[in-house]
């Protein structure tokens, strides 16, 4: 409890750090502003997704486009997305991440404002679904490089979890709101929404987000040192013993006091970064990373599958109308909203009061996550009934957003300098899911002539990300890592 307590003297970590305590006129400290401008940045992602997905759903369905055809033409956005992931990461780091987020947002909605409504132009629609995943593709890693520098070590899990709660909440919104402005007003009108939706949020970013005090806005190692490391070793004092093993003095310039620099290796991995380099190389061969890739491909295969054929699902598989389903259609976002928000705050408890490690309590909440959401898989393409269909995808894409307080948040604690390109790394994966997920899909459904009215090819879409949920919870249980391994 000494180490503790001279660290905490030494670190001020419940003194605030001058950008920690920054705040509005309203007496609002700023990093909470950043928190609720990028929840929505997030929420109005998620209803443009969830918005095209169902109205071009509406076109097709009324052109008779065949099943492949759209899986093909829903896929086309992630093939941008992930085209732009790492250039993402990069440009947040080299410019900022403040920066870049506002111009992806003004182009994506600039764009989805002129994407075509006509059935037969598929080439038009395929390009604008292109342009729309390229200028998203910078936004999550411009998103966390942003968090990184704004949000402290001992808020970081929930944090996190609010803002990509905003997922799920605008996802909810979505497929609540978007089915009877389809039925009321046509596709075009969705698509005209969600572009003032993302251009009036742009205008918020512009007037209210800022760069930390005495930034350019590009996180620097001396920012990192003395936010990330010191005190997030203060999240975990029963470790502090062991953490001073193998220390060594080393002074670091940029902040003016002496640092702590861990001189051994964690889990047989060290990165030793030159000054402004990316050890590119030791991130991608790292098995920590590797581990969040996978679970992030895992995640990102199960709800893009679902977000986009979601819909289909309910239309031609049960022969339920979603305008006839109520407020119960969006529910299971609304349940990925509430169990993103509690894995954070459950995670951050558990390590802050110290009952576990940071690597363990990620592993508990990844495990709890992805087994769970594998029974509700397998059990889904068994219902048969609304409330079955409900309960199902409920349970499933609730059990995810739980796991994702385990390895969502897992780039910031092995690597809180590089958190936008880790995540950049992990989100391109997870973009990779959704072009052979959402592509394969409407292949699978394909292979017998009823299609996808027929519920044995549902079992066997459900049957895939069930098997991946159980195979990343054996991944990240393997190899993850809660410490810090790129300085």
Request: aromatic share 10%; net charge positive; with cysteine.
């Given at each position: ?16 750090s001058p950008r920690q305590q920054q705040s509005l006129p309203g007496g609002i400290p700023q990093r909470y502003v950043i928190l ?164 009036a949020w742009a205008l918020l970013w512009l007037r209210y987000a800022s760069d930390p005090p005495g930034s350019d806005g590009k ?269």
């Open positions: 409890m000494l180490i503790v307590d001279h660290q905490v003297a030494k670190c001020g970590i419940l003194e605030q609720i401008l990028t929840f929505l940045c997030t929420c109005v992602c998620y209803i443009e997704r969830v918005g095209f997905s169902i109205a071009y759903t509406a076109v097709a369905d009324s052109a008779g486009v065949a099943d492949s055809t759209k899986g093909h033409l829903l896929s086309a956005f992630y093939y941008g997305y992930a085209s732009s992931q790492v250039p993402g990461g990069w440009a947040a780091q080299r410019f900022g991440g403040r920066r870049v987020l506002l111009v992806s947002f003004i182009l994506w909605s600039v764009t989805s404002a002129l994407t075509p409504t006509q059935a037969e132009d598929i080439t038009g629609v395929i390009i604008a679904r292109l342009l729309v995943g390229v200028a998203q593709g910078f936004i999550f890693p411009s998103i966390h490089t942003v968090l990184a520098q704004w949000v402290p070590p001992h808020e970081r899990s929930r944090s996190v979890s609010l803002t990509t709660s905003g997922m799920y909440f605008g996802a909810a919104f979505g497929m609540l709101c978007m089915p009877n402005l389809v039925a009321k007003k046509g596709p075009r009108a969705v698509f005209l929404a969600e572009s003032l939706m993302g251009l996180a620097t190692l001396g920012e990192v040192a003395s936010t990330a490391f010191e005190q997030a070793k203060l999240l975990l004092p029963m470790q502090n013993v062991g953490l001073e093993k193998g220390l060594e003095e080393k002074p670091v310039v940029d902040i003016g006091i002496t640092k702590k620099v861990d001189q051994d290796t964690v889990g047989g991995e060290k990165a030793k970064v030159r000054a402004g380099g990316i050890p590119w190389k030791k991130i991608l061969v790292s098995r920590p990373v590797q581990a969040i890739v996978f679970n992030n491909f895992t995640f990102d295969y199960t709800l893009y599958v679902l977000m986009n054929w979601l819909p289909t699902y309910f239309d031609q598989g049960l022969r339920i109308t979603l305008s006839s389903m109520g407020s119960s259609k969006g529910l299971p976002y609304f349940l990925m909203f509430i169990m993103s928000n509690l894995g954070g705050i459950v995670a951050d408890y558990l390590i802050t009061r110290s009952i576990f490690s940071v690597t363990t309590t990620r592993k508990l909440l990844n495990t709890l996550g992805f087994i769970t959401a594998a029974v509700g898989l397998k059990l889904m393409s068994r219902m048969k009934t609304t409330f079955g269909a409900i309960f199902c995808s409920s349970l499933v894409l609730g059990a995810c957003s739980l796991a994702r307080a385990g390895f969502a948040v897992n780039h910031m604690d092995i690597a809180p300098r590089y958190a936008g390109i880790v995540m950049g790394v992990s989100n391109t994966a997870g973009t990779v899911a959704g072009v052979v997920g959402v592509a394969a899909t409407g292949q699978i459904l394909e292979a017998s002539v009823a299609g996808s009215a027929d519920l044995n090819n549902w079992a066997v879409v459900f049957s895939i990300p069930a098997f991946l949920s159980v195979l990343s919870a054996v991944v990240f249980c393997s190899f993850a890592s809660g410490e810090r391994i790129f300085d």
